[in-house]
């Protein structure tokens, strides 16, 4: 399968602060999807992105599509305690093929 | 509400029980499909279906196979389970191959 590096593994942070992290591939994808996982819960879909170059937001997060489409980015604004989780990027060729996640900490 | 249902949540076997675990889905979606969740490996997937009665091997295909008799459901059949099964397995459906994935909540598998 195709290989999705997603960096960094894990985040510290204090609530208020900004979070950015990403996803990056050798190949070239047609849609990047953002998604956070709570604790004994499946995947819930943050943001989808459908072009190169697209930014998009939902609320106090934000995604990019990167130009090149080999590599998107999702950044947090104003952390918050219920951010806390495992986000993980995924990638689309003729399936899907998922990052190995982020795990967010937000210390209060 | 929309949603993918899997049961059980959690379940615990031994070496070459056979074991099934429900995938249901009220979206009427037609793309169906099982992951793996592993530490380190992220979600791998194991079989994909694109409607009823089509179904196709993912990456991990190996030890499992699934069933798509009806639009609405999509089980994953362990014939033989082996303790290298032990993982986290997801179900997902999206309107289509392609368009994100919604996923169910999850099953546990412990295989002794």
């Known amino acids: 399968g195709q290989q999705l590096n997603q960096s960094p593994q894990s985040m510290f942070i204090q609530e208020g602060e900004d979070v950015s992290m990403n996803c990056t591939s050798s190949?070239?994808?047609?849609?990047w999807l953002w998604y956070k996982q709570d604790p004994g819960e499946g995947p819930v879909l943050l943001i989808a992105?459908?072009?190169?170059?697209e930014l998009t937001s939902n609320g106090r997060l934000t995604a990019q599509f990167g130009i090149t489409r080999k590599d998107s980015f999702l950044n947090i604004s104003a952390s918050i305690p219920s951010d806390v989780g495992i986000y993980f990027c995924a990638g689309q060729l003729e399936q899907f093929y998922f990052g190995t996640g982020t795990s967010l900490t937000v210390i209060p | 509400e929309a949603q993918v249902t899997q049961n059980p949540r959690y379940l615990i076997t031994v070496t070459g029980k056979k074991l099934t675990v429900t995938c249901s889905q009220n979206m009427n979606h037609e793309y169906m499909s099982w992951y793996r969740q592993d530490p380190g490996l992220g979600l791998r997937q194991i079989y994909y279906s694109m409607n009823v009665e089509v179904t196709d091997k993912g990456d991990v295909p190996e030890g499992y196979k699934v069933s798509r008799k009806e639009k609405r459901n999509f089980p994953l059949i362990l014939e033989s389970p082996s303790p290298n099964q032990t993982s986290l397995y997801f179900c997902?459906?999206?309107?289509?191959?392609?368009?994100?994935?919604?996923f169910g909540n999850g099953t546990r598998l412990t295989v002794t």
């Open positions: 997902a459906s999206s309107l289509s191959r392609g368009t994100p994935l919604h």
């Open positions: 190949s070239i994808f047609n849609t």
């Open positions: 992105l459908y072009k190169a170059g």
